[in-house]
């Protein structure tokens, strides 16, 4: 048996297992909780990579598993909307290596915008979903989800949630003899490398209506086998009843309920339920799409009282009812935010009295230093109607800034911006401003670009493009406009006023905005007089990043020296 | 039983990073462990609490990795400001370890505030020296471990020694 214990976190955890599963590429976009799993995949000398967006990953992600790979694909929940239109046909293309895409969903909103429910794009795409209770599982499923994907040449879904990704758990990793060689190890022979190479098949993979309808029905049948197998020996958890099982001796909620009450729980949810009430009889459903319905209604037939406790939207106890199963669910107050043990206990105990609220502790704030202060103050003092975007400056909202009036999704700033533009008076029309950061403008941001010069409003338009050389907000990730990659290794970069230019913007500034004699509010005023459209690139490190890119521009110029002094050498021969 | 523990202060302050110690430390000295936060904002100067609950792997193995609100034995306060936000999390009958505990001045460093804290923690928990020194080690740059072991045994002096939820009589070694 295997002893090494290790205390990782859920994202390291699936980061272990995608290297010990010989994953050959891992791809995504940084998105809070999710970031640290293509950094620690990296960490551990697999081959991982930040791509513009959600959706440029997950397309990476598809052809690599059409070459028969084992690949991993990275977002936050709000990145599987970017990435929808890729995920919705590619569960009905066949792909043969395993494409693993994980969706880090944020219940409770700890770092987003919004706190969407990702399970409802498993049954909406057709994707099977699995989610882990802790670092354990969230190791094991990103196994089962590769090998569940190639025996039926489908997409998984992976669900975290930021209890998940960011809690740290005991993990108990599989032995050295399971695992696939690392990518650099060329002693052992990597049988995914072997097996690679391209399979024509083209009704599986070309989606046109003549070879998509039959391929939506193998989407189905295949949803079916893999519930039919979820039945047999899917990943599912029964905890008998135990009474009092508590050693301290205090009552366990619900003891005395032990015999008739039943909860059915998946993810973290099933760890707060346990602990509410420990003597009680529960189910943790592992593969939570396609369901194991014949398991569920056996549990269900034991109980008198069956109790289904998730986090978010009533969507198992919907699934649930939908199939004749009688299941209660929870108060609806309960679909907001986490929920933790004491949560668990009320909606065990029926109580749907209002709760404690929670304390209130300091907000964050910009950074002291940060070069974004600056331009929210002129945007302030000028009174500017801000069309704001998602990144460290979506701080610029609060006081003493106050200077954001609307912030929607990635991107958003730019389309926004110009629909008030349009439809405003010309006089405050002209005191619209677009705000977005650098990783947020490649995310999103040109296909905003694109629309301004296409269907400029009469006032024109000014883009400012908040640029501190990194995407700040996630822990300092790298994207193309840095011109590093994820390894912080030198690669071609982005240059946001030349493609500015080519795409045919009028006006195309940059200002330094450490500068502290140049005039930002002079310059933003004189760009907002003309009626025609403007970008403004802000530019000044991030404080937090700047030391770091000192670094890793020093390593490339001196990676730069060395290899000009080898081919000198070469020549000199 | 449960140990629940919780680390309070602002982001900057190091209070992820002395629950990971903390974690490691526990771990190594034969409990099982969980911990908790929310990242994301901490480092733009906000409210930061990590949860950290350990027992025996057998007999209290951890379920959720969330302290409950009032249930916390120990609660760590890194920021005086943040003693009365963080209060509620601790139990009626838990401890308050607040930062007046390190008097200013007594560190050379003042970054290793958040490890001198860990070692007044140290003297109401049953986890060996050893065990904290290795976590302590393994959290932190080389060049840190000095300043840091000197910072721990500082706090150790100044410790509020055993009580409630020292997770004493667990056997979990």
């Known amino acids: 048996m295997n002893q090494e214990r290790l205390l990782l976190t859920g994202d390291d955890a699936v980061a272990l297992a995608a290297l010990h599963a010989g994953v050959a590429l891992g791809t995504g976009y940084p998105?809070?909780?999710?970031?640290?799993?293509?950094?620690?995949?990296?960490?551990?000398?697999?081959?991982a990579q930040w791509a513009p967006n959600e959706k440029v990953a997950l397309e990476v992600g598809i052809g690599s598993a059409f070459a028969g790979a084992r690949t991993l694909v990275t977002m936050k929940h709000v990145g599987l909307n970017v990435a929808a239109d890729a995920l919705f046909t590619a569960t009905y293309t066949d792909v043969d290596g395993g494409l693993l895409?994980?969706?880090?969903?944020?219940?409770?909103?700890?770092?987003?915008?919004?706190?969407?429910?990702?399970?409802?794009?498993?049954?909406?795409?057709?994707?099977?979903?699995?989610?882990?209770?802790?670092?354990?599982?969230?190791?094991?499923?990103?196994?089962?989800?590769?090998?569940?994907?190639?025996?039926?040449?489908?997409?998984?879904?992976?669900?975290?949630?930021?209890?998940?990704?960011?809690?740290?758990?005991?993990?108990?990793?599989?032995?050295?003899?399971?695992?696939?060689?690392?990518?650099?190890?060329?002693?052992?022979?990597?049988?995914?490398?072997?097996?690679?190479?391209?399979?024509?098949?083209?009704?599986?993979?070309?989606?046109?209506?003549?070879?998509?309808?039959?391929?939506?029905?193998?989407?189905?049948?295949?949803?079916?086998?893999?519930?039919?197998?979820?039945?047999?020996?899917?990943?599912?958890?029964?905890?008998?009843?135990?009474?009092?099982?508590?050693?301290?001796?205090?009552?366990?909620?619900?003891?005395?309920?032990?015999?008739?009450?039943?909860?059915?729980?998946?993810?973290?949810?099933?760890?707060?339920?346990?602990?509410?009430?420990?003597?009680?009889?529960?189910?943790?459903?592992?593969?939570?799409?396609?369901?194991?319905?014949?398991?569920?209604?056996?549990?269900?037939?034991?109980?008198?009282?069956?109790?289904?406790?998730?986090?978010?939207?009533?969507?198992?106890?919907?699934?649930?009812?939908?199939?004749?199963?009688?299941?209660?669910?929870k108060p609806e107050r309960f679909r907001f935010g986490e929920l933790d043990v004491a949560r668990a206990r009320r909606i065990i105990?029926?109580?749907?009295?209002?709760?404690?609220?929670?304390?209130?502790?300091?907000?964050?704030?910009?950074?002291?230093?940060?070069?974004?202060?600056?331009?929210?103050e002129a945007l302030r003092d000028l009174d500017c109607i801000v069309a704001g975007d998602i990144g460290c400056y979506t701080l610029g909202v609060l006081p003493p800034f106050s200077a954001m009036d609307t912030c929607v999704c990635m991107g958003a700033s730019i389309g926004v911006g110009l629909g008030l533009r349009h439809a405003l008076p010309d006089a405050e029309a002209r005191r619209v401003v677009s705000v977005i950061g650098d990783s947020t403008f490649v995310h999103s941001g040109l296909t905003g670009l694109a629309e301004m010069v296409y269907n400029p409003p009469e006032t024109g338009h000014l883009v400012l493009i908040l640029d501190n050389e990194t995407t700040a907000m996630t822990g300092q990730q790298e994207h193309p406009g840095t011109g590093r990659s994820l390894n912080h290794a030198p690669s071609a970069k982005m240059h946001f006023e030349a493609v500015a230019r080519a795409m045919g913007v009028q006006n195309v500034e940059v200002v330094d905005a450490a500068d502290k004699d140049l005039s930002l509010k002079e310059r933003i005023s004189a760009l907002l007089a003309r009626d025609e459209t403007s970008l403004l690139v802000a530019r000044q490190p991030c404080v937090l990043a700047a030391p770091k890119i000192r670094l890793y521009e020093k390593a490339a110029a001196e990676a730069r020296t060395q290899a000009s002094t080898a081919c000198a050498a070469v020549t000199d021969e | 039983m449960i140990t629940n523990i919780v680390i309070a202060g602002l982001g900057g302050q190091g209070v992820v990073k002395a629950s990971d110690i903390l974690a490691d430390a526990a771990l190594a000295a034969g409990f099982?462990?969980?911990?908790?936060?929310?990242?994301?904002?901490?480092?733009?100067?906000?409210?930061?609490?990590?949860?950290?609950?350990?027992?025996?792997?057998?007999?209290?193995?951890?379920?959720?990795?969330?302290?409950?609100?009032?249930?916390?034995?120990?609660?760590?306060?890194?920021?005086?400001t943040q003693v009365e936000v963080a209060r509620p999390l601790l139990h009626p009958e838990g401890r308050l370890l607040s930062p007046e505990l390190i008097e200013p001045g007594a560190l050379k460093n003042k970054k290793s505030f958040n490890v001198a804290m860990l070692g007044a923690l140290s003297t109401a928990l049953e986890i060996g020296e050893d065990n904290w020194q290795q976590a302590i080690q393994a959290n932190l740059a080389e060049k840190l471990h000095a300043i840091n072991a000197q910072a721990f045994a500082i706090g150790r002096a100044r410790g509020p020694g055993p009580g409630p939820g020292s997770g004493r009589g667990q056997g979990a070694r």
Request: glycine share 8%.
């Open chain 2, 32 to 80: 099982d462990v969980k911990k908790s936060e929310l990242h994301g904002m901490s480092q733009r100067g906000g409210s930061v609490t990590s949860d950290v609950r350990f027992g025996d792997p057998v007999h209290s193995p951890v379920l959720s990795p969330m302290v409950p609100a009032g249930e916390a034995h120990l609660l760590l306060v890194l920021e005086p």
């Open chain 1, 31 to 47: 998105g809070t909780p999710s970031t640290e799993i293509l950094e620690t995949f990296d960490r551990l000398g697999g081959r």
């Open chain 1, 101 to 329: 895409i994980v969706s880090a969903d944020d219940p409770g909103m700890a770092s987003s915008q919004n706190e969407q429910d990702n399970r409802h794009f498993a049954r909406a795409a057709g994707a099977p979903m699995l989610e882990p209770v802790d670092s354990q599982q969230a190791y094991e499923y990103t196994w089962l989800a590769l090998e569940l994907g190639e025996r039926w040449k489908i997409p998984v879904i992976l669900r975290l949630t930021t209890r998940i990704c960011h809690a740290k758990t005991v993990v108990r990793p599989r032995p050295l003899e399971q695992r696939h060689a690392p990518r650099d190890d060329s002693s052992r022979p990597d049988d995914a490398q072997i097996k690679r190479h391209f399979r024509r098949d083209i009704p599986a993979r070309v989606m046109i209506p003549a070879f998509a309808k039959p391929a939506h029905h193998r989407l189905r049948e295949k949803l079916a086998a893999i519930s039919d197998w979820n039945d047999a020996e899917g990943p599912v958890t029964e905890h008998p009843a135990a009474p009092n099982s508590d050693p301290s001796g205090k009552p366990d909620v619900g003891s005395d309920d032990a015999p008739r009450l039943g909860i059915i729980a998946t993810g973290v949810a099933a760890m707060h339920a346990r602990e509410a009430a420990p003597g009680v009889r529960q189910l943790n459903i592992g593969l939570t799409y396609p369901l194991p319905l014949t398991r569920i209604r056996a549990f269900a037939a034991e109980v008198e009282r069956l109790l289904v406790i998730e986090e978010g939207d009533p969507v198992l106890v919907d699934d649930l009812r939908a199939a004749g199963i009688a299941a209660e669910g």
């Open chain 1, 349 to 376: 105990a029926g109580d749907d009295t209002t709760e404690p609220a929670p304390a209130k502790g300091k907000p964050p704030e910009l950074c002291q230093g940060c070069s974004h202060r600056g331009v929210f």
